[in-house]
């Protein structure tokens, strides 16, 4: 039979699920309201969808890396409480989704969700994410995962406070022992550090550096003293900052956080340890997750709330 507008409507605002999943159940039940309620409930969708309002911004960042070391993944999922991100049932079903985002052909999260879960396949991602909420009673979200393939080296792995930073570093080597991957560990808990946002200048494109040497000259015009030094030295300061800002953002010009000499670029670090093993060493590239990054977390003030109910 058909599926009305206004039974999907009414199916929606008894349950406060997903529009795509109320024409689904009343689909699945032949337009039988009643049944179809049931259907959502089974699913977990009615109960989680009335969460679904609340922020999740706690939760853990689950990195995986397979024996042979050539293929890897970085998933985060989002709970509402740190309490809950903690929680072992919470831990395992992380850990079930980074398994499967190890083997997913998705390209993003929303395929991702669409796909059948390979811990019940009577389910899609989507619906076992639902389950967990409703057995948690928390909202959940699979927010983001990426993955990393190396054939010609490997991909190093480290985790920070249990899951608020992940990171995975993508190695070049034609030579693989305890120093080099040791050294591949120590570049992982550099970029949990100092959080670079490039792997070294060549991924920098020429707008960006162009348009952040417009700004240095701006903001050098706006200075009295120093606009009125010659050309030749103000583009030696643009050039100066410029290289300051570099060995901020790039992996390969920031200071190796544990250099003796507190001077030694990343890169004449990894040059260092190549040489000493004998081998052709590179890092191509890294992921790093920091969980909650980006998500506006709702401050509760409660004496505020509290005063403005009583004033009501």
Known sequence: MAITAKQVKELREMTGAGMMDCKKALTATEGDMDKAVEFLREKGLATAQKKAGRIAAEGIVKVIVTEDGH???????????DFVAKNEKFQNYVAQVAEQALETEAADVE??????????????????????????????????????????????????????????????????????????KNICMQVAALSPKYTNR????????????????????????????????????????????MKEICLMDQVYV???DGKQ??????????????????????????????????QEDFAAEVAAQMNK
């Open 71 to 81: 293929k890897a993944v970085a998933v985060e999922v989002n709970a509402e409480t």
């Open 202 to 245: 060549s991924e920098i494109s020429a707008d960006f550096i162009a348009h952040e040497e417009e700004i240095l000259l701006a903001q050098i015009k706006n200075d009295p003293k120093e606009s009125q030094k010659p050309d030749k030295v103000i583009q030696g300061i643009v050039k100066g900052r410029i290289n300051k800002e």
């Open 111 to 184: 395929a991702f969700l669409a796909e059948t879960w390979k811990f019940d396949t009577t389910k899609t991602v989507n619906e076992a994410l639902a389950g967990q909420i409703a057995v948690i009673g928390e909202n959940m979200n699979i927010r983001r995962f990426q993955q990393v393939s190396e054939e010609d080296g490997f991909i190093a792995s480290y985790t920070h406070m249990g899951g608020k930073i992940g990171v995975l570093v993508d190695v070049v080597t034609d030579v693989i022992n305890d120093e080099i991957k040791e050294a591949a």
């Open 258 to 260: 544990k250099a003796e």
């Open 265 to 298: 670029p990343v890169s004449k670090y990894i040059a260092e340890v190549a040489k000493a093993n004998g081998a052709n060493m590179s890092i191509k590239g890294f992921v790093r997750m920091e969980t909650g990054e980006g998500i506006e977390k709702k």
